[in-house]
């Protein structure tokens, strides 16, 4: 019985988790035929195999025809559009803030990305900085969330109480006031079903749902991402 000889390392090659057994199983299957053609026929064989493996071409390929070439341009096209469509109106959108009705938390005229997607897994929420269609005059707006579906919203003496607590709100410039647009101290306000009270965080120069009311669900876009 013929010993078996070790198999060959070869440094900086690895061959995977079973690498010895994997070359072993390989070797021994390869070495059982060759040793056998040898025995048989000898190496008069061996070179007719060779010259039968040489002789052997592949079939050539035409190459693509032009219509061919057309159609898969076109397709490659549409599908780029078609990717930009679904990801720009359901997933992300730059936007452009214009207007200081956000100041200090966003900057006039600086981009910043919209999260279409976020509102399909979860409902908005207080505090989120969204995109609406404004009530008055359907033009696109950035507010920020102050109360969701079920809040009762509460100004008075400058103040903003939700749910009988007054507001911390610490993205606002240290002493802003929130006073009503309707000329009266006081404004109650208590969001329905799918309702929102939003705010600008420039309170003295925000038209929002001091001046609007309250925004339906349909009407916000997405959250602004910061």
Same mark, same amino acid.
């Given at each position: 019985?013929?010993?078996?000889?070790?198999?060959?390392?070869?440094?900086?090659?690895?061959?995977?988790?079973?690498?010895?057994?994997?070359?072993?199983?390989?070797?021994?299957?390869?070495?059982?035929?060759?040793?056998?053609?040898?025995?048989?026929?000898?190496?008069?064989? %061996?070179? @007719?195999?060779?010259? +039968? =493996?040489?002789?052997?071409?592949?079939?050539?390929?035409?190459?693509?025809?032009? !219509? $061919?070439?057309?159609?898969?341009?076109?397709?490659?096209?549409?599908?780029?559009?078609?990717?930009?469509?679904?990801?720009?109106?359901?997933?992300?959108?730059?936007?452009?803030?214009?207007?200081?009705?956000?100041?200090?938390?966003?900057?006039?005229?600086?981009?910043?990305?919209?999260?279409?997607?976020?509102?399909?897994?979860?409902?908005?929420?207080?505090?989120?900085?969204?995109?609406?269609?404004?009530?008055?005059?359907?033009?696109?707006?950035?507010?920020?969330? %102050?109360? @969701?579906?079920?809040? +009762? =919203?509460?100004?008075?003496?400058?103040?903003?109480?939700?749910?009988?607590?007054? !507001? $911390?709100?610490?993205?606002?410039?240290?002493?802003?006031?929130?006073?009503?647009?309707?000329?009266?101290?006081?404004?109650?306000?208590?969001?329905?079903?799918?309702?929102?009270?939003?705010?600008?965080?420039?309170?003295?120069?925000?038209?929002?749902?001091?001046?609007?009311?309250?925004?339906?669900?349909?009407?916000?876009?997405?959250?602004?991402?910061?």
């Amino acid at each position: 019985m013929v010993p078996r000889a070790p198999h060959p390392y070869r440094p900086g090659v690895r061959l995977g988790v079973f690498p010895n057994c994997i070359v072993l199983i390989l070797c021994e299957y390869c070495r059982r035929p060759m040793s056998a053609e040898l025995s048989e026929s000898g190496p008069g064989s %061996i070179a @007719a195999g060779k010259g +039968l =493996v040489s002789g052997a071409t592949k079939p050539a390929r035409n190459p693509p025809s032009f !219509l $061919q070439q057309v159609y898969q341009f076109l397709s490659i096209g549409a599908l780029a559009m078609a990717s930009y469509f679904v990801i720009s109106h359901f997933v992300l959108q730059s936007v452009q803030v214009v207007g200081e009705s956000m100041v200090p938390t966003l900057q006039d005229s600086e981009h910043y990305l919209l999260n279409r997607w976020i509102y399909v897994v979860r409902t908005p929420r207080r505090s989120d900085v969204v995109v609406i269609r404004d009530p008055l005059d359907n033009s696109y707006a950035v507010k920020r969330i %102050i109360g @969701a579906a079920g809040d +009762l =919203v509460y100004l008075r003496g400058g103040n903003v109480y939700v749910n009988g607590r007054i !507001l $911390q709100e610490p993205y606002l410039s240290r002493g802003t006031p929130t006073y009503t647009y309707s000329g009266v101290k006081e404004q109650l306000i208590k969001c329905g079903s799918n309702e929102y009270f939003v705010l600008g965080d420039n309170r003295k120069n925000s038209t929002d749902s001091r001046t609007y009311g309250l925004v339906s669900r349909d009407r916000i876009l997405g959250m602004l991402m910061r």
